[in-house]
Every structure is written in structure tokens, then in C-alpha cells.
């Protein structure tokens, strides 16, 4: 039996730690990793958080349909949808693909070299998938790491408690469930031990992290409290110790679950970057009331008044929503003047997405498509904007960047394949720190003394 594989591994980096699981699993069972067109079987790990992400799997199925039809790849090949759209669409895809071979859930990535084999064998069955998710793999010892070897993501929980109306990731993901801080740290430890030099933390909700395991049940409302037990904040403090010159960057974290403490655990914590993601979503109180973000303009606004006291010099990455269901032109009028007065370091707004099976989608007062097109967009703008000025600000400083190519490091504020890149000499070796002084910027994308070369390559 040929047991030649391949995975293409769409959606986010919580996506990708699956994808890395799938991958050692497949390997350590005698499989071997080769090139889609060469494949006996081939994984597409989908994403179905919003429409964009399902058309993009959609057409990733079929093109790799088409291939095995016309000759491109094997007349034999074996098609298995895994992840997120077969969780949440498996019996109806079984209708809509008859081509595909196997749809395998979130909860089934650790039996995947089982399910594999069955495929090849012909014996599999067409539906692999939990009604609730609740697996939570040790991650940290059962992964063939995907981002080569000087940076990682590291998935410290599973899931998600919250019922945001617009979000179906719950449906998906089931709740949240934290790892072991020991087996996190331990994951780190490894890490930094094989070289790299950023590691990434993230979860559906990383300030949630060890809420679910406090004696006394945290509400969705609670902030990050180290005293009734493992939290984000005893999680940065207990990494920072790991010895190292290595960076800590926490992504995807919730609003609602901000303390004092975890803070003053950003400024105290030397390893963790000047850099936080936390989705925004909106900044009217009646919007987020009724989008059941838990949290109204003013709690968000003293909040990043005192992480940016706290932390100076702390870039702030968020996301927005334009067109969200009961959105009227105030609401849009008072997240523009927002966006204007706080000047994100990062940012981004998506047009509102009806999701079925969400609270949202349910809503009567929908906003027309084209309104929601036209105020993202607007609101894309005034953050294009903000964004050649920052780029403007730059030029002059001497920054520390991580070299991720030839020619093209990140700095503190650019997240891996979500924030821009510096473009640095070509000789920086890869995969190490440097400093650089930045000569020029393109909005988010900055030039660095004796960078020509590696602009002169693009």
C-alpha cells in the first residue's frame, strides 16, 4: 500500500497546530509526507468560522477534485476533509461532495492515521465526527511543527465558553478547556531548547485560560485573577523564567477578561512582547450589548488607556465589524471617530457575515449587504490611513526584528502571517534577532538601512 500523504491546512494558526497533530500522527504510523500531486491521500484542514473562510475550503476541495480527474494527481487519490467545516457540515457535505472520500471532526485529529489507513484500504467510513467537541491532545508532544524551525504557535486551550451572537465557533470547538500549565511550559521549554525564537500563544480565548478549572466557577464576565488558581497572567510569569532569548506574543484574547493583573503581568514579563491582539469588534454600548460581547465603550476605553500607561510603546492589534445586524449610522459614526482617536497600531474591519445557526443571523434588523461593503470599507480606509502614519513615525528608530526569510524580518508589533514585515540586509541570518534602523515605510511595511537588496527581490 502506497502510504504517501499530504495536508493543506487552511484557517487560522489554532488550524495549524491541528494540522501539525494530523502530521506527526501520519508520520509516526509509517506514512510519508510528499506534495499534493504526489499523494496517495490528501487532507484539506478546513475553516468554516465565516463565509469567506468556507468558500475558500469549498474551492480548495474541488480544485483538488479537478486535479485528481484530469490527471494532475493520482486517478486514485484519496480525498478527507477534515477540521471545522466537516464538524459543523459533515451530513450535508456527504450530499454536496460525493467526490470526497472521508469527512473527519475536530475531535478525531488523534485517530487520523487510523481513519487514513481505512481510506486506502477502502474500508472507511464516510463520517468521522463527535456531536460535541471535547478533545484536548497534549499538543506539545505530538506535533511535526509546520512554521519551520525559529518560530511556533502553542495552543494552550480547546474551545470556547462565550455565545458571541454573530460567532458559530462554540457550535464548533465546544467549550473551552484549558491544558496543564506544566505541559505547556514543558512544550515552551522544548521549544526555546531546538531553537526558536518566538512562540505564539493561543487558544479561541486566550484570557479565559485555567478559568475553567477554579474551584469556584468563573463567570464570562470574570478577569484574569491568579489567585484562584492557573490563569494567563501565572502563565506569562512562569514562562518568562524559561531561560532563553526567545520572545512571548499572546494572541486572540477576549476584552472582558482583562485585570490589573494580567497588565501588570504584560509590563512586568521582559520575554513578552510590546504587543497585544484583542478583538474589539465594536465600541457601541448597544451594539455590544446586543452582539453579547459582554463589555460597552467605556470599560473598553479606560481599558486601553491603562494597558497603554502600563506597557509604553505597547502595540495594540484589533479586529471590527462594519454592519453588524442593528448597526444605524450613529453606531457606525462613533466606531469611526473611535478608530480615529485611538490609532491602532494594528488593525482590521470585516463586513459583518450572516452565519446560520448564530443569534445574529436570527436578528431582524440585518443591514443590507452593500451597507455593510460600504462601511467596512470606509472604516478600511481611515485604518490605511493611520497606517502610512505609523509607517511615518517608524523612520529613524533602531528596532529589534526576528529575521523570518532573507531579506524580511517582523518587529514586536507584527504577528506571523497577520501584521506587515521589515525588510531588512539580506545578510541578517535567518531565524536570529537583530537590530535594524528603519529608513523607510509603506504603511505596515518598513525598510531598514541596506535593505535594497531585499527590495529590489520582491
Not at 270 to 283: E, N
Not at 415 to 435: K, N, Q, R
Amino acid at each position: 500500500m502506497d502510504k504517501s500523504f499530504a495536508l493543506i491546512s487552511l484557517g487560522c494558526a489554532k488550524n495549524l497546530v491541528d494540522s501539525e497533530v494530523m502530521c506527526n500522527q501520519l508520520l509516526l504510523a509509517g506514512f510519508r509526507k510528499v506534495q499534493p500531486e504526489q499523494a496517495a491521500i490528501l487532507l484539506i484542514n478546513t475553516c468554516a468560522f465565516i463565509v469567506p473562510a468556507k468558500e475558500e475550503a469549498i474551492n480548495t476541495i474541488f480544485a483538488a477534485v479537478r486535479d485528481r480527474d484530469a490527471g494532475l494527481s493520482p486517478t486514485d487519490q484519496k480525498i478527507v476533509v477534515c477540521g471545522c467545516l466537516s464538524q459543523r457540515y459533515a451530513k450535508d457535505l456527504v450530499k454536496s461532495m460525493p467526490e470526497v472520500d472521508c469527512f473527519v471532526g475536530v475531535d478525531l485529529i488523534c485517530r487520523i492515521a487510523e481513519i487514513a489507513a481505512a481510506c486506502l484500504a477502502g474500508t472507511a467510513e464516510k463520517v468521522y465526527t463527535t456531536q460535541v467537541s471535547t478533545l484536548l491532545p497534549d499538543f506539545g508532544s505530538s506535533r511535526y511543527r509546520l512554521t519551520g524551525g525559529h518560530f511556533a504557535y502553542i495552543k494552550i486551550a480547546e474551545g470556547c465558553n462565550h455565545a458571541c451572537a454573530y460567532c458559530a465557533i462554540p457550535r464548533i470547538r465546544g467549550p473551552h478547556r484549558s491544558r496543564p500549565l506544566s505541559s505547556i511550559v514543558r512544550e515552551v521549554r522544548e521549544c526555546v531548547t531546538h531553537g526558536v525564537r518566538e512562540v505564539n500563544l493561543i487558544a479561541q480565548d486566550t484570557t479565559y485560560y485555567g478559568m475553567d478549572k477554579w474551584d469556584k466557577r468563573a463567570t464570562k464576565t470574570s478577569g484574569v485573577d491568579s489567585s484562584r488558581g492557573d490563569s494567563l497572567a501565572s502563565l506569562l510569569r512562569a514562562l518568562n523564567e524559561i531561560p532563553g532569548d526567545f520572545w512571548i506574543r499572546v494572541l486572540y484574547t477576549h476584552p472582558a477578561h482583562w485585570s490589573r493583573e494580567l497588565i501588570d503581568a504584560f509590563a512586568e514579563c521582559d520575554k513578552v512582547v510590546k504587543y497585544v491582539d484583542i478583538p474589539l469588534q465594536h465600541i457601541s454600548a448597544h451594539i455590544l450589548q446586543e452582539q453579547r460581547r459582554m463589555t460597552d465603550g467605556d470599560y473598553i476605553r479606560k481599558l486601553l488607556r491603562d494597558i497603554r500607561a502600563a506597557v509604553p510603546g505597547i502595540g495594540i492589534r484589533t479586529t471590527f465589524i462594519g454592519g453588524l445586524p442593528g448597526e444605524t449610522e450613529d453606531d457606525h459614526a462613533e466606531l469611526r471617530d473611535f478608530i480615529r482617536e485611538f490609532r491602532f497600531e494594528r488593525a482590521g474591519v470585516f463586513a459583518y457575515s450572516k452565519e446560520e445557526g448564530t443569534l445574529a443571523a436570527k436578528m431582524k434588523n440585518q443591514v443590507h449587504h452593500a451597507t455593510r461593503k460600504r462601511r467596512a470599507n470606509e472604516l478600511n480606509m481611515i485604518l490605511a490611513s493611520i497606517a502610512d502614519e505609523m509607517g511615518a513615525e517608524a523612520i529613524g528608530k533602531t528596532v529589534r526584528v526576528l529575521v523570518d526569510a532573507p531579506g524580511i524580518a517582523r518587529g514586536p508589533w507584527d504577528a506571523p502571517d497577520v501584521d506587515g514585515s521589515i525588510h531588512v540586509p539580506v545578510s541578517l541570518p535567518v531565524g536570529e534577532f537583530a537590530e535594524v534602523k528603519i529608513a523607510d515605510a509603506i504603511a505596515y511595511e518598513l525598510f531598514a538601512e541596506g535593505a535594497e537588496e531585499a527590495e529590489e527581490q520582491m
